[in-house]
C-alpha cells in the first residue's frame, strides 16, 4: 500500500535453527527506519486467517539463539483454497500493508513466487535445513543441520569402530542430498548415498564390496551417510526408513553387522550456529533495505561471500540439487 509503513513476515514450511534470528532482524532493522512490524502465525494460514501479533523490540530480543520460530509454521498453501489468491491480496490490503516478508523454503517460496505475478508485494527469506532453494548458495538452518549430523556421526565412529560394525545414519533432505554431501564430508563418511546418484543394483553390490574390501584390509568398521531421498532398484521394497533397508541388505551381502540410526527431527531443532545466526542477520536487514526499495518479488541470497538478492520467479516449483563437485570431493575419501 502507498505511503504505508508496516511490513507483514510469515515463517512456513518445516521450521529451522535460524528462524528466530531472522525474526529479530527483520523486526528490529526495519524498526530502526520506521517501519511496524506485524507477525501472522503459523506460516501462510495465520495470514489468511488474521492471526497476528506485533512484532517489537521487546518480543524480539534474546531469540537470536533461540531454535524453532516465535511465529510458529505450517505447510498450509492459500493456492490450494478456492479463491486463495484474491483472498490473500485481499488480507494483504486489509492489514495495510507495504509489503510481506516470507521466510521459507521451496514450498513457501514457491507460493510466495506465484503470488507475486499475481501482484502481492512480497520478499522472500530462504530457509531450510535441505539447502534446496536455487538462487543462493545458502539457506538459513543448514549449517546448523550439517553440524548436527556431523557431531552424530563422530559419535556413531568411536562405537562403530569399538564393536567393529558398518553404521548407517539417515539424515533429511528431502529430494537432495545436501546435508548429507556436507555432514559426510566433514565426518570423513566411507560412503555417503544420495538422491542425485541412485543406488541401482550396480551401485548397491560396489557398496557391498567396498565395505567388504574395508573389513579385508582391517579397517573394520565403516561409517555410511543416506540421504532420506536416496533411490533404490525399483524391485527393492521400502516402507519405513530407506537407510533401514540399506542396512539389511548390506549385513545379507557382506555377512557383516550393519546398524542404523536416524537424526530424524533432531536435526531440526535447537540453537543455531553462529553462521545462520549470521545468515540470517544479514539476509533480514537485506529483505527490510529491498522493501526500502520497493523492490518486490524478489529473495534475499548469498552467492560467493556477498549478500544479493534474486528474483522469486526464478524459485518457483524448483529445487537446487547438490553440486557433484562437491560431492566429489567427499568421494576422494571414500572406501
Ligand atoms: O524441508 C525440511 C524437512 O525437514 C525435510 O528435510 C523433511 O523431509 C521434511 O521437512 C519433514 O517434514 P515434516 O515436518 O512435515 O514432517
Not at 503470488?115 to 531450510?128: C, N, W
Request: proline residues 2%; glycine residues 12%.
Amino acid at each position: 500500500m502507498a505511503g504505508s509503513k508496516r511490513i507483514g513476515l510469515i515463517t512456513g514450511g518445516g521450521d529451522c535453527p535460524g528462524l528466530n534470528a531472522a525474526i529479530r532482524a527483520v523486526t528490529k532493522s526495519a524498526l530502526r527506519v520506521g517501519y511496524e512490524v506485524i507477525g501472522f502465525r503459523d506460516g501462510w494460514k495465520g495470514f489468511i486467517e488474521g492471526d497476528t501479533e506485533i512484532l517489537d523490540g521487546v518480543k524480539t530480543s534474546e531469540i537470536i539463539d533461540r531454535g524453532g520460530t516465535i511465529l510458529g509454521t505450517s505447510r498450509f498453501s492459500p493456492l490450494h483454497l478456492e479463491d486463495g489468491t484474491r483472498w490473500t491480496l485481499q488480507q494483504f490490503k486489509e492489514w495495510g500493508l507495504a509489503a510481506l516478508v516470507v521466510l521459507g523454503g521451496e514450498g513457501t517460496l514457491s507460493i510466495a513466487g506465484k503470488l507475486a505475478r499475481e501482484g502481492l508485494l512480497v520478499v522472500g527469506i530462504p530457509k531450510t535445513i535441505d539447502n534446496d532453494v536455487v538462487g543462493t548458495d545458502y539457506t538459513i538452518g543448514f549449517q546448523t543441520a550439517v553440524q548436527i549430523a556431523t557431531d552424530a556421526l563422530d559419535r556413531l565412529r568411536s562405537t562403530a569402530e569399538s564393536h567393529h560394525r558398518v553404521m548407517l545414519l539417515e539424515v533429511m533432505g528431502r529430494t537432495v542430498g545436501w546435508i548429507a554431501t556436507y555432514a559426510g564430508m566433514a565426518a570423513g563418511a566411507d560412503a555417503i548415498l544420495i538422491p542425485e546418484i541412485p543406488l541401482d543394483e550396480a551401485k548397491m553390490a560396489e557398496l557391498c564390496r567396498m565395505v567388504k574390501g574395508r573389513s579385508k584390509e582391517g579397517k573394520r568398521f565403516s561409517i555410511i551417510v543416506v540421504a532420506e531421498g536416496v533411490g533404490l532398484a525399483e524391485e527393492t521394497e521400502v516402507s519405513g526408513w530407506v537407510g533401514e533397508v540399506i542396512s539389511k541388505i548390506i549385513e545379507e551381502k557382506t555377512g557383516l553387522e550393519a546398524k542404523f540410526s536416524s537424526l530424524d527431527y533432531i536435526q531440526r531443532g535447537g540453537t543455531p550456529v553462529a553462521y545462520d545466526r549470521n545468515l540470517a542477520t544479514a539476509f533480514g536487514v537485506k529483505a527490510v533495505e529491498l522493501v526500502r526499495e520497493d523492490k518486490y518479488g524478489q529473495m534475499t541470497a548469498i552467492k560467493g561471500n556477498r549478500i544479493t538478492s534474486t528474483s522469486l520467479e526464478k524459485v518457483v516449483d524448483k529445487v537446487k540439487k547438490v553440486n557433484l563437485k562437491v560431492y566429489k570431493i567427499a568421494e576422494t575419501f571414500f572406501g
